[in-house]
């Protein structure tokens, strides 16, 4: 069982920047997959990056691609999202997950945080 815990949202002008960080709980966090997602308000959750176990292997929508950075520190059970250069559209509910393989479909993912806001204002 994995427990994730997201903070670091907020609101924010257009061009800033925030870091989120999942705290996870678990001593088998270093053998899971993690992963980002973001839910704008009526909308489906949709992928926004994750990183392997290892840390080695990050992928990302091609939409946060040179903006977004993905990554974590095992010996701290956390996961990182730093995002610069923010946009409006960037505005959602940010949701950390983990899971054993990793996917851009949320459904393959095993356990999920409750959720940050970030708000980009233009």
């Known amino acids: 069982q994995v427990q994730l815990v997201e903070t670091g949202g907020g609101l924010v002008q257009a061009g800033g920047s925030l870091r989120l960080s999942c705290a996870a709980s678990?001593?088998?966090?270093?053998?899971?997959?993690m992963g980002w997602f973001r839910q704008a308000p009526g909308k489906e959750r949709l992928f926004v990056a994750t990183?392997?176990?290892?840390?080695?292997?990050?992928v990302y929508v091609d939409s946060v691609k040179g903006r977004v950075t993905i990554s974590r520190d095992n010996a701290k059970n956390t996961v990182y999202l730093q995002m610069n250069s923010l946009k409006p559209e960037d505005t959602a509910v940010y949701y950390c997950?983990?899971?054993?393989?990793?996917?851009?479909?949320?459904?393959?993912?095993?356990?999920w945080g409750q959720g940050t806001q970030v708000t980009v204002s233009s």
């Open positions: 678990g001593r088998t966090f270093s053998s899971y997959a």
């Open positions: 997950a983990a899971g054993r393989s990793r996917s851009a479909t949320p459904t393959r993912w095993d356990y």
């Open positions: 990183i392997s176990w290892s840390g080695g292997d990050t």
